[in-house]
């Protein structure tokens, strides 16, 4: 086991595996950039190293000054976390040349499942279903011509990357030069690679995802599912676990499917295969996250394990004491991400200094933060400054306690979403569970109406 830990992020996920560290007896090693002198993780760890300026290419990115500070304070791996360097291969590969073990998967693995059209073609290959669609295409004619046999609508996805960006929905023929160029420059300018392929558009659907545990002798785990639906721009708000959506037998041919998927590319560490799930509650396989998941904190609630303590002692050479016919889901989860964001003036981040905050408790209440009293947010990083996670006995006691653990989260001195977790919690579809990926945008256009209902109203 290891003595000694870098974590190679920020925020709450960097207090979050510091917490993981401090629980196993490992010392750790925290960096920093300028603008983050006064973090949370920095006064928490052990040793802390200030690496560079603001903007993440100065510090999170900058791999060269994260080495060099493992090698000087004798970490004997690094904790990617999620987000920056935790999809690398270029920074895995790095750690191994610096005899640093990177707490995740190989550089190989994190290439093939980063490439998402090989990993399509991969999974297509091992049995998983996966969505209509194309490999990656350059030729904008050949494109063109590949659309019209694919049928519209359909999503161009970029190749790389993640987090929603190099992804364009095209209705028709009319709109798909111009959504194919465009994700490809967006891909190009986010990730260094435009290539992009292209999918059927499946909608309505689910967003599903199974986490997973993988050891380095060929044990895999499922850990049970998350739906991941509420969704702004791609980008989760909401998730929780077991999904309303799953039956016990779709449950366990989705579990099937992502432990093949797993054991298809020889996987290690934790990793999370995504699927959609349509309205006929056939599933296909989205894309594997080849690390650790924002919303990891849902299937730990049900399952009553530590997936970051089960990273750290699978990189270590542990093998899995779990297996899978000891995983129980106890319960529903429900995980709300609390972004410093104005709801009111189109989610534009937020910044400055909290002058006040109230942390609700209770049992099986969670919330994973950075921030403290007379904290400053500063305005170079991501908006999401916590996570409120709470764990009841069943969905509708989930939901009522989530809304009660919202109403008594305080946070003065910035703007933030927590009223509009509250307000779609008591949204009937999201109680019904029947919500789907595009629950979002139809909520923002009966509001508008229901407005301008209102507005119109004689007097």
């Given at each position: 086991m290891f003595s000694k830990i870098l974590i190679a992020n920020r925020g709450e996920i960097a207090v979050r595996i510091?917490?993981?560290?401090?629980?196993?007896?490992?010392?750790?090693?925290?960096?920093?950039?300028?603008?983050?002198?006064?973090a949370l993780h920095v006064t928490m760890a052990d040793e802390a190293y200030c690496i560079g300026g603001a903007q993440?290419?100065?510090?999170?990115?900058?791999?060269?000054?994260i080495l060099e500070v493992a090698v000087v304070s004798g970490a004997q791996a690094i904790h990617p976390g999620y987000g920056l360097l935790s999809e690398n291969a270029k920074f895995a590969e790095l750690c191994k040349k610096c005899n640093v073990e990177f707490i995740g998967p190989s550089k190989e693995m994190i290439?093939?499942?980063?490439?998402?059209?090989?990993?399509?073609?991969?999974?297509?290959?091992?049995?998983?279903?996966?969505?209509?669609?194309?490999?990656?295409?350059?030729?904008?004619?050949?494109?063109?011509?590949?659309?019209?046999?694919?049928?519209?609508?359909?999503?161009?996805?970029?190749?790389?990357?993640?987090?929603?960006?190099?992804?364009?929905?095209?209705?028709?023929?009319?709109?798909?030069?111009?959504?194919?160029?465009?994700?490809?420059?967006e891909a190009q300018s986010a990730f260094g690679d435009g290539a992009v392929y292209m999918e059927k558009f499946l909608f309505p659907v689910k967003h599903v995802e199974?986490?997973?545990?993988?050891?380095?002798?060929?044990?895999?785990?499922?850990?049970?599912?998350?739906?991941?639906?509420?969704?702004?721009?791609?980008?989760?708000?909401?998730e929780e676990s077991p999904s309303p959506a799953i039956t016990p037998e779709i449950r366990k041919n989705m579990m099937d499917a992502a432990a093949k998927a797993a054991?298809?590319?020889?996987?290690?560490?934790?990793?999370?295969?995504?699927?959609?799930?349509?309205?006929?509650?056939?599933?296909?396989?989205?894309?594997?996250?080849?690390?650790?998941?924002?919303?990891?904190?849902?299937?730990?609630?049900?399952?009553?394990?530590?997936?970051?303590?089960?990273?750290?002692?699978?990189?270590?050479?542990?093998?899995?004491?779990?297996?899978?016919?000891?995983?129980?889901?106890?319960?529903?989860?429900?995980?709300?991400?609390?972004?410093?964001?104005?709801?009111?003036?189109?989610?534009?981040?937020?910044?400055?200094?909290?002058?006040?905050?109230?942390?609700?408790?209770?049992?099986?209440?969670?919330?994973?933060?950075?921030?403290?009293q007379d904290y400053s947010v500063p305005p170079y990083y991501d908006s999401m400054i916590g996570k409120l996670i709470v764990q009841a006995r069943s969905r509708e006691l989930a939901i009522r306690k989530m809304k009660m653990a919202l109403s008594e989260l305080t946070i003065n001195g910035i703007k933030h979403n927590r009223d509009l977790h509250i307000d779609i919690l008591s949204d009937p579809k999201f109680v019904s569970g029947e919500y789907t990926t595009g629950f979002m945008e139809e909520r923002s256009v009966r509001l508008e109406y229901e407005s301008r209902q209102r507005d119109e109203a004689p007097v």
């Open positions: 510091i917490r993981a560290c401090r629980e196993m007896g490992i010392s750790t090693v925290a960096v920093y950039s300028k603008a983050d002198k006064d993440v290419s100065e510090s999170y990115l900058n791999m060269a000054a290439e093939r499942l980063g490439d998402k059209d090989e990993a399509r073609r991969t999974m297509k290959a091992a049995g998983v279903p996966v969505t209509p669609g194309s490999d990656i295409i350059e030729d904008i004619d050949e494109a063109r011509k590949t659309a019209q046999e694919i049928g519209f609508p359909l999503l161009v996805k970029a190749r790389s990357g993640g987090g929603g960006r190099g992804i364009r929905r095209v209705n028709s023929l009319e709109e798909f030069d111009n959504a194919f160029l465009s994700a490809k420059a199974m986490q997973l545990l993988a050891d380095k002798y060929g044990n895999v785990v499922c850990l049970g599912e998350r739906e991941c639906s509420v969704q702004r721009k791609n980008q989760k708000l909401i054991k298809a590319v020889g996987y290690e560490n934790a990793g999370t295969v995504e699927f959609l799930l349509d309205k006929d509650k056939n599933f296909y396989f989205m894309e594997m996250n080849t690390r650790l998941q924002v919303e990891h904190p849902v299937t730990e609630m049900v399952t009553g394990l530590d997936i970051v303590q089960w990273q750290i002692r699978i990189a270590s050479g542990a093998k899995l004491t779990v297996t899978q016919d000891r995983v129980f889901l106890h319960g529903n989860a429900i995980e709300c991400r609390i972004n410093a964001e104005d709801v009111d003036h189109d989610f534009r981040p937020g910044c400055g200094t909290i002058n006040f905050i109230h942390v609700p408790g209770g049992p099986n209440v969670r919330f994973d933060t950075a921030i403290y």
